[in-house]
């Protein structure tokens, strides 16, 4: 027996903490009863969280942005809503039985009330012409309140039954922001479903893979199930008294990272279970053992994701700060599970559950002479050319970020494939100023009105003879009054915002007018500056939570900072190759402008746990044999276990990819891609080859930078201190 295993076997359960309360022989049943009664008390909300989920415009907006607050204005007007514009047209000119057909359609549209439509409201048919027109429009308004999101669909297809499908050369579509926001909803439709059984998917698949164990996945899925469905019953019950907001994005995402983080957190804490269970008969105590000695890893790992999400509590995007709480419960949530549930439901089943691979009392684990050992010895060779490589190699990657084209996606690149509504869009944008169906929307005073809109109509990209009150609207409300104009180009377009900032410096011009500018596309241009605010503010301050929480775990300064700049490295390398995916893989147009944070905030946050896994295990067998041979023998001890925690977190987050939109694609492939090189690029070539060369001064400013452990030269056997006598002592 080697001094290592010896001075292990001197540890009892009884020493460790608070390890023993969880995994006890009476303390599991104690555990499994409680999560029961959680369950049972919770399943009924999380299954409520989809009829929590607001998804209306103000919960994405930010909320101190001028088209929120026009947005806020105008509801003093009429209440919130939004158009849906069928468009009519035919290439040799509309007949005189489509003309007929038409104001038929109008007549029965003006009758319609439900699901929100207000049909008496509709306006149309408007002509391309006047003499033989080619195309006509109409424009339906349904209301968006609190449920709008809700029925918007619907009621897209309720006016979808009035019009018809077109035919006989005649086409029919629904399109402007109503149809836009359907086909958004039917997009969403379904969407936790989905990336649940996605999810589920490829952790069974991986965990398959790993464990080759039939009986032992069942666990650490059930152990996710419940934390997922314990989480979403807390974020409802935010979500409906303490005004948390939870949308369509914030929902998937909390599914993703759930499963992705507690499936990461069960494989590193089997994978030390089975390492104690080979050295210890009871296990109960092997367990106590697995908990002490991988919880304060998988606490720091947590720690870190909670924190991160935290923190995007101080963006200006409604949508980016809603996101933060809820992806922090779920991945607390999920914490909890795996340092409780999972490792009391192990020690229930016994070791029966790893059949057919059953660690037995004595035998030797695989990992000692395994790939990430031979790897390790490798590196160790001349670890200062292996790091330099490396780095050098994931800078060329990240060469590809000139191909970033991070600006925002209008609606016809935002789907993966083309509905109604997009081709609806082009036919209208042949025959119509390309800003129809989604106008500007200027609120001001009164007295000042006639000035403001003399101002609008004279400002270039509005259409002249478009402003007016729109039909059911107050002339005025508290002295202020409310009217609309159509631009020229199209409301998603990057020229309809250079628009938008024309106008607004127009009519901000005007004294005493107190005129605000907002819309859609305004709403567009808002978010685009916000996101700029946020990526600013929010990428230094996760840099700074990671950077402490290391400096904490690893008590060191060197060691925490060489992984910073890992990280920083991998994430401008996955993104290079992403931006050159887009563009010449997947021919997308281009990435939303939240999209560089998205991925930066995941890829850190989560990133980090295989280096946290793999540093503290080295920082534990450095303060035995040393710190070069620490390295070898952490990386031999980890390799497997987070390769496989690597596959699985990227397998999860690919599941994004399942879902018809762009945006959710591109987060889903470069977090992935992200995970693969953090995985098997970073941490297990650039990480181990940077602390082989900086050798004891990595732990600085620690004891272990000035003296290299008392173990060292100890004849352990470990592969570790056979790398080293090899290598004659030269990685020295």
Known sequence: ???????????????????????????????????????????????????????????????????????????????????????????????????????????????????????????????????????????????????????????????????????????????????????????????????????????????????????????????????????????????????????????????????????????????????????????????????????PAVLA????????????????????????????????VGLIAMLTLFPALLVIFGRWIFWPAIPHLGTENPEKRGMWARMGRRISHRPRMVWVVTAIALAVCSLGLIQLRAEGLSNADAFTDKPDSITGQEVSARYFPAGSGDPLVIVSNRAQAEEVGRAVAETRGVVPESLGLPPGTKPSFEDMVLFEATMTDPADSEAAKQTVERVRDAVHAVPDADAQVGGGTAALLDMDRATTHDNVLIIPLVLLVVLLILCALLRALIAPLLLIGTVILSFAAALGISALAFRHLFDYAGETTDFPLFVFVFLVALGIDYNIFLTTRIREEAAQQGTRPGVVTGLAATGAVIT?????????????????????????????????????????????????????????????????????????????????????????
């Open 1 to 295: 027996m080697t001094k290592i295993q010896e001075k292990r076997q001197q540890t009892r359960p009884g020493q460790q903490g608070i390890a023993h309360l969880v995994c006890g022989r009476r303390a599991k049943w104690v555990v499994l009863v409680l999560w029961l009664v959680v369950l049972f008390l919770t399943a009924p909300f999380a299954q409520k969280l989809t009829d929590a989920q607001d998804n209306d415009a103000a919960s994405w907006l930010p909320g101190s942005a001028e088209s929120t607050q026009v947005l806020e204005i105008s509801e003093n007007f009429r209440p919130e809503q939004i158009p849906a514009v069928v468009v009519y047209a035919r290439d040799g000119g509309l007949t005189a039985q489509d003309r007929a057909a038409i104001t038929e359609d109008v007549g029965r549209l003006k009758q319609l009330t439900d699901h929100g439509i207000r049909g008496g409201e509709t306006r149309g048919p408007v002509f391309d012409r006047e003499v033989d027109p080619r195309a006509a429009q109409v424009q339906v308004p349904i209301t968006m309140d609190e449920k709008g999101w809700e029925r918007i669909a619907p009621a897209v297809d309720s006016i979808r039954d009035v019009v018809g499908e077109g035919g006989g050369g005649l086409a029919v579509h629904i399109t402007g922001p109503g149809g836009t926001s359907a086909d958004f909803s039917e997009a969403f439709e379904g969407i936790d479903s989905t990336l649940l059984f996605s999810a589920m998917a490829v952790v069974i698949v991986m965990l398959l893979l790993t464990f080759r164990s039939p009986t032992l996945l069942l666990v650490p899925l059930l152990s996710v199930i419940a934390a997922l469905f314990t989480a979403q019953a807390f974020i409802y019950l935010l979500a409906e008294h303490a005004g948390l907001t939870v949308n369509g994005q914030s929902a998937g995402i909390l599914t993703v990272l759930v499963f992705g983080a507690g499936t990461d957190y069960a494989l590193l804490l089997v994978a030390r279970y089975r390492e104690e269970l080979r050295r210890h008969e009871d296990r109960h105590e092997a367990m106590a053992l697995a908990l002490h000695r991988a919880g």
């Open 301 to 332: 790992s947590g720690a870190t994701v909670v924190l991160s999400m935290l923190v995007l509590l101080a963006a200006e995007m409604n949508s980016t700060s809603g996101l933060g709480p809820v992806a922090a419960i779920g991945v607390a």
């Open 644 to 732: 496989s925690a690597g596959l699985v977190l990227a397998g999860t987050f690919a599941a994004l990819g399942t879902l018809p939109m762009v945006a959710f694609a591109e987060i889903g492939f470069a977090v992935a891609l992200g995970v693969l090189l953090d995985t098997f690029i970073v941490r297990s070539v650039l990480v181990t080859a940077l602390f082989l060369d900086v050798g004891p001064k990595v732990w600085w400013p620690g004891k272990l930078a000035q003296e290299d452990g008392d173990a060292r030269g100890d004849g352990s056997g470990t592969e570790a201190s056979e790398a080293e006598e090899k290598l004659g002592r030269r990685v020295e």
